[in-house]
């Protein structure tokens, strides 16, 4: 998701470009599998001392549901507004000064904004702790390991041992 913002970098502060995004092999993290291409728009605009990124994408992600174990697929809507800094000066070429600040994004010594990292950082904000399949999953039987979704199986409720007490005084009545 490279945008090359040279001439962008030229103009006057307020001046943008807009993109549309269509990216088919971009990998997100290792630990995340992305089913189909990213899409989404982008707006670049020049601000004082760089660009300003903003915009939005959609995607699905597959994961494993944490009361199944079934693979599913997500869709997910993430929008991002993100600041870039120049590394090299536009007109001389020279180097600039190391970026400081933490929530800011390097422009490339080629004058190329990656959104690929900014937009991994708010996937991963978005993605669910616990990803379940559906709010009604009903999860595998702790006993024999069925998938309830399918329908209950034959295992008898387990006795919990800390109420046999209570059975033996009823017994004594």
């Given at each position: 998701?490279?945008?090359?913002?040279?001439?962008?970098?030229?103009?006057?502060?307020?001046?943008?470009?807009?993109?549309?995004?269509?990216?088919?092999?971009?990998?997100?993290d290792?630990?995340?599998k992305?089913?189909?291409?990213?899409?989404?728009?982008?707006?670049?605009?020049?601000?004082?001392?760089?660009?300003?990124?903003?915009?939005?994408?959609?995607?699905?992600?597959?994961?494993?549901?944490?009361?199944?174990?079934?693979?599913?697929?997500?869709?997910?809507?993430?929008?991002?507004?993100?600041?870039f800094?120049?590394t090299?000066?536009?007109?001389?070429?020279?180097?600039?000064?190391?970026?400081?600040e933490?929530?800011?994004?390097?422009?490339d010594?080629?004058?190329?904004?990656?959104?690929?990292?900014?937009?991994?950082?708010?996937?991963?904000l978005?993605?669910?702790?616990?990803?379940?399949?559906?709010?009604?999953?009903a999860?595998?039987?702790?006993?024999?390991?069925?998938?309830?979704?399918?329908?209950?199986?034959?295992?008898?409720?387990?006795?919990?041992?800390?109420?046999?007490?209570l059975?033996?005084l009823?017994?004594?009545?």
């Amino acid at each position: 998701m490279l945008y090359n913002v040279a001439q962008l970098m030229k103009a006057s502060v307020g001046a943008s470009l807009s993109a549309d995004i269509h990216e088919e092999d971009v990998q997100i993290d290792k630990d995340l599998k992305l089913i189909g291409p990213i899409e989404g728009h982008v707006r670049l605009r020049r601000l004082n001392q760089g660009i300003l990124a903003d915009g939005w994408v959609d995607l699905t992600l597959e994961f494993i549901c944490n009361r199944c174990l079934n693979k599913f697929q997500q869709p997910i809507h993430v929008t991002f507004m993100e600041r870039f800094q120049p590394t090299i000066d536009i007109i001389t070429g020279v180097a600039l000064p190391p970026i400081e600040e933490e929530d800011v994004f390097a422009i490339d010594d080629h004058h190329q904004v990656d959104l690929t990292e900014a937009i991994r950082q708010r996937v991963l904000l978005e993605i669910p702790m616990i990803p379940i399949c559906r709010e009604d999953c009903a999860g595998l039987c702790p006993q024999c390991g069925h998938d309830l979704n399918l329908g209950p199986c034959s295992c008898q409720p387990e006795e919990d041992a800390r109420f046999n007490i209570l059975k033996e005084l009823l017994q004594d009545l």
